[in-house]
């Protein structure tokens, strides 16, 4: 499937190398820090950073809302959110002030010990996604990391299944795709793999129930862990009784499931678990539950936690491979608490997915008006284009209408205008702070974006 033919390639790269040149004059002084960056791998802090639409990445100065505002004054709004993790706006009023009760009056922060706002997230992410007992993590990858190592040791198998093109962090199992003839392979760029990813994990399109049928056949599959929609490859939602499917699959196989909401949280309060009534055995939710501080969870079935906990042979408090010592610590939980009770309200969702609908239907207009064959797909309170003239309905369908050239002249053409979307995505996620301004310049930019790339 493609479609980015209909575009001219000769003035797709004349209109990027324009805009790489306004940018560059644009942001001198991130240029000169990211120049200065001597002792940085790669010159910046994580190498996640260097995903560039141009030579350099903008310095951030300060965030508020759905604003953030880089080193050389240049203000933007913000639909990047932190690739979800500012998805509450940044520092969010109620956020900052129990982060500064915590940390500053009260003190504490990593002390080991428990606070009563642990249980209150807990029975607030009951609520919400229905798994009855809650454990902390930092990232969500340390929380699919903890869940997959609980998950062998209760059903005694070894391999774990994902979806091809799946996202779940950097767990070291998730990192494998569908290759030529279905059999399962390492995805390409995995850095210094510990073992053959074959080895560790099966691995199946989404929406094809039949591969995934034929590779829990094999019996040594402990849990399938999906994100319900994909979301690192645009977004893929799953179709009709694809969802049913799996657990039907899972259960008659005796495969535990794992659901990774952590992206998908998007689609309201309780994620697609809730939104769609999903019945997974574990729930991981990441990076949007702490308001911008780092914290994540991973949610257990009753009877599961029960059997995890009468295994004597299991070290589940000191080195057995579940927990960390910053896990569940004090300010993390205390922004947890303030973020899920008056930032990411089922209010807020409300509002957040009605801002996203209203984008989706003015990106589908603007393709339409300059007869582009792409689709945008929504999920909740996010939505993203694809270079296709139909959704993907698999990963590797997605990742083949892969465009760098093409992605990298709409960011920075919407970066040069004061619109900021995440690097590796051309996704639009709102925030309670997100305001009909905001959506309103979005479009308009895109809309001139695409008009000077099809112009004769």
């Known amino acids: 499937m493609t479609s980015v033919t209909s575009v001219d390639r000769r003035r797709l790269a004349d209109l990027l190398d324009r805009e790489r040149a306004e940018y560059t004059r644009l942001h001198p002084r991130s240029a000169a820090a990211f120049d200065r960056a001597e002792h940085l791998f790669g010159r910046v802090p994580m190498t996640w950073m260097l995903k560039l639409a141009g030579s350099f990445p903008l310095y951030l100065d300060s965030a508020r809302g759905a604003t953030v505002t880089d080193l050389d004054g240049v203000a933007y709004a913000d639909f990047a959110l932190g690739d979800t993790g500012a998805m509450a706006g940044h520092s969010p009023a109620p956020v900052v002030e129990a982060v500064q009760r915590r940390f500053a009056e009260l003190g504490g922060a990593s002390a080991m010990m428990p606070t009563e706002d642990g249980e209150w997230v807990g029975a607030e992410l009951t609520r919400r996604f229905g798994a009855a007992r809650w454990s902390f993590a930092l990232s969500a990858t340390d929380a699919n990391r903890w869940a997959i190592r609980l998950v062998r040791a209760l059903t005694g198998r070894p391999k774990i299944l994902f979806h ?216 909740g309170a996010r939505a993203e284009y694809r270079f296709l003239p139909t959704p993907a309905r698999t990963g590797t369908e997605a990742h083949e209408a892969t465009d760098v050239e093409l992605d990298d002249y709409l960011h920075v053409y919407l970066a040069n205008r004061g619109v900021l979307l995440t690097p590796f995505h051309d996704m639009a996620l709102m925030s309670p702070a997100t305001t009909d301004e905001q959506v309103d310049l979005h479009l308009d930019v895109l809309r001139a974006a695409l008009a000077e790339l099809v112009s004769a």
Not at 315 to 321: A, E, R, S, T
Request: overall charge negative.
């Open 164 to 379: 091809s093109y799946c996202y779940h962090g950097t767990v070291d199992e998730s990192l494998i795709v569908v290759g030529r003839g279905g059999a399962g392979v390492a995805r390409e760029g995995n850095v210094g793999a510990p073992v053959d990813v074959t080895h560790t994990s099966r691995v199946a399109e989404i929406n094809d129930l039949a591969g995934l049928e034929r590779e829990l056949a094999h019996e040594d599959v402990a849990a399938v862990l999906i994100e319900p929609a994909l979301t690192n490859i645009g977004i893929v939602l799953p179709e009709d009784g694809y969802l049913d499917g799996v657990r039907e699959l899972t259960r008659a196989t005796g495969t535990l499931l794992i659901i990774d909401e952590t992206h998908t949280f998007s689609a309201g309060p309780g994620g697609c678990t809730r939104a769609w009534s999903l019945e997974p055995d574990v729930v991981v939710i990441g990076k949007a539950i702490g308001g911008g501080i780092p914290a994540a969870a991973y949610g257990l079935s009753a009877e599961l936690a029960e059997r995890a906990l009468s295994r004597a042979d299991l070290d589940l408090v000191d080195m057995g491979g579940v927990g960390g010592t910053l896990a569940g610590n004090a300010l993390s939980i205390a922004a947890t608490r303030a973020t899920l009770e008056h930032v990411l309200t089922d209010a807020a969702f409300d509002g957040m997915i009605a801002l996203a609908t209203r984008y989706t239907d003015g990106v589908r207009t603007a393709f339409a008006a300059h007869a582009l064959p792409w689709s945008v797909s929504q999920l």
